[in-house]
């Protein structure tokens, strides 16, 4: 009832000052623009002055069309507030204030794309007074991030301007701009030279995404280039920019000058090597056919291979590139040199078998470089320099001699020869380190000789007593000879180790002692003389009687009891008897005497 009289009073108010003819000033502010990103809330303030007070005004918010029309979304007076119905902002928006502050506030919800309209806020006051205000709402959507795509073909100087690439920017709101660049420099649109084609597509959720693609005329100078795009969106406040990646062109341009070269090895070429030679030119047609020739032979590459090179490959190699757009042709050449180095070639002054004396031999090697020369023997330096001179030469100096010829300048180029010298001269015996010994009687000694000479000396062995020995092992080298003799000592021996060939003879004496033969002989005496002794004792006995009796019978008259009673009687097969004492007169059997029997009379 209360708000009912007040609102009867304010209208009373209303038509007094309308009678009096008073009219109110009012005056409405407003931002120019309000912008927020899609799907956010919205806020836009409308602030006003009265000079009747900001009491009792009545608000009202509009928005504005796309076809220019008004249409009302909120009214509100001193007696309460209305939100339109069936408006697109019927349940989204909201009003804060009351109008005693001079501020109302309205937020629209979860923004749209085609929440982007005028909004216009009305204040009118008590008497006629009005003021109106009006806001831009924006609305705002970054876009995907952008690609770049590069035409796949290369381009050739003489076409016209063609397609490089194609960037492509989608779902931005407003509409995102494009903008081509070449080395960090923007592409400036020009006649016949550059041109840019733009097109752009409403997407149905009404977001924007554009195409722009480079058109060009291509130079040589272009064929290091890199083309990206740069994109520029708007956002609540300001501007951002995004860019692609790089993309680069194949420029194809006809050569103006040709190279060719060795690629491998680096450095020097010996005989043996495989040797690569490249050729290419400063332009890169794919049109270009290349072909390297030597003395008249023609290889169709530009990549020439050639395995275990000969001095014949040295000389000019020549590499063609022909235009087969224009049949136009430029070359380039080089020149290959194959160092070699051949054989070594020992020759020998005087003849390999020499007297003792002096020798000289020479060794070469004809090579395309610097050599040195080295002679070896046994794997010791024992000259430098191509010839190899012996003096005063004994058989030391035979053997075999090794001429070493090596390129410096190239790593393991080297070869060899050798030469066999043989020295002559009458044998000589290299003296053992024993000649003299003692070895045990009965035992048997391994005696060992070694020659030497040229031709080889023949060995042969020989005792004191003129006997010859016949060796056990017997080998032959060159200039050499082993020979062995096993000697089984019984008595002390003297043997000789002959050398002779046809220059002389040479010869080793061996003496042997035999140990322990004066003993056995001593120990042989004793015991003959021990056993003469035993016979003479036994004989003594037999004389006396006390062994054997000298008769056929003989009585014994002695008690049986007693051991003198016993007599033996031994009878043989020739009819001769012999008496037996057994113990105690006891007859002993015939088998105790082997084929004698007894008789053993009381």
Not at 14 to 41: K, P
Not at 313 to 337: A, K, L, P, Q
Not at 339 to 354: I, N, Q
Request: with cysteine; aromatic share 8%.
């Amino acid at each position: 009832m209360a708000a009912r009289n007040t609102a009867f009073l304010l209208v009373g108010l209303l038509a007094l000052f309308r009678t009096w003819g008073v009219t109110a000033d009012v005056e409405v502010n407003m931002e120019d623009r309000v912008e927020v990103f899609r799907g956010e809330t919205a806020s836009i303030t409308c602030m006003f002055t009265s000079s009747e007070g900001v009491g009792g005004i009545m608000i009202q918010w509009f928005y504005v069309t796309k076809t220019g029309e008004k249409q009302k979304i909120f009214y509100q007076d001193p007696t309460g507030t209305v939100v339109d119905e069936g408006t697109p902002f019927t349940d989204r928006i909201s009003v804060n204030g009351t109008g005693a502050t001079g501020e109302i506030v309205m937020t629209i919800s979860d923004v749209q794309l085609e929440d982007e309209l005028e909004f216009i806020c009305l204040i009118k006051g008590l008497t006629e007074g009005t003021g109106e205000g009006r806001t831009k709402l924006k609305v705002f959507v970054t876009p995907d991030f952008p690609t770049i795509e590069s035409v796949q073909t290369g381009f050739s100087l003489n076409e016209g301007p063609s397609k490089i690439g194609t960037c492509e920017v989608k779902n931005g709101f407003p509409r995102p701009n494009i903008t081509w660049y070449r080395n960090k420099a923007p592409l400036r649109v020009a006649q016949d030279v550059v041109k840019v084609v733009l097109s752009t597509t409403v997407e149905s959720s009404g977001l924007f995404s554009v195409t722009s693609e480079l058109i060009m005329k291509v130079m040589k100078e272009d064929k290091d280039d890199l083309f990206y795009c740069e994109i520029n969106y708007f956002v609540p406040g300001g501007l951002r920019m995004t860019e692609t990646p790089n993309i680069n062109i194949t420029v194809y341009y006809p050569s103006t000058a040709v190279r060719v070269w060795v690629e491998s090895p680096k450095g020097h070429i010996k005989e043996g090597d495989s040797v690569e030679l490249q050729c290419r030119g400063d332009g890169n047609k794919p049109s270009s056919i290349f072909t390297i020739s030597h003395k008249g032979v023609e290889y169709a590459t530009n990549v020439l291979v050639l395995d275990n090179v000969t001095r014949r490959n040295s000389g000019d190699y020549e590499c063609t590139s022909m235009d087969m757009d224009t049949y136009e042709d430029i070359s380039g050449n080089t020149t290959v040199f194959v160092h070699y180095l051949d054989p070594a070639v020992v020759t020998a002054e005087d003849p390999v078998v020499m007297a003792q004396g002096e020798m000289t031999a020479t060794c070469n090697a004809l090579s395309s470089l610097d050599t040195q020369i080295v002679w070896m023997k046994d794997g010791e330096v024992v000259s430098t320099g191509n010839s190899l001179i012996l003096k005063d030469a004994t058989f030391d100096s035979a053997g075999e001699y090794l001429c070493v010829v090596t390129a410096l300048e190239i790593e393991g180029m080297e070869t060899s020869a050798t030469l066999d010298v043989e020295v002559q001269g009458q044998p000589e015996i290299m003296k053992p380190d024993y000649t003299e010994m003692e070895e045990s009687f009965g035992s048997t000694v391994d005696l060992n000789c070694n020659a030497r000479g040229f031709p080889t000396p023949s060995v042969t062995w020989t005792t004191s007593d003129g006997k010859t020995l016949s060796s056990t092992s017997h080998r032959k080298t060159r200039g050499h000879v082993h020979s062995q003799v096993s000697i089984k000592v019984t008595s002390d021996i003297t043997a000789f180790c002959n050398a002779s060939n046809d220059f002389g003879t040479d010869a080793v004496t061996f003496n042997i002692a035999a140990k322990g033969n004066g003993v056995i002989i001593a120990v042989i005496i004793i015991c003959i003389l021990l056993l003469a002794i035993l016979g003479s004792v036994l004989y003594f006995l037999y004389k006396k009687g006390k062994i054997c009796g000298r008769s056929g019978k003989q009585d014994l008259t002695k008690d049986n009891s007693g051991k003198d009673n016993i007599v033996v009687e031994m009878k043989g097969d020739n009819t001769e008897e012999a008496v037996l004492l057994g113990v105690n007169g006891e007859k002993q059997p015939p088998s105790h005497q082997g084929g004698a029997y007894l008789d053993v009379q009381k």
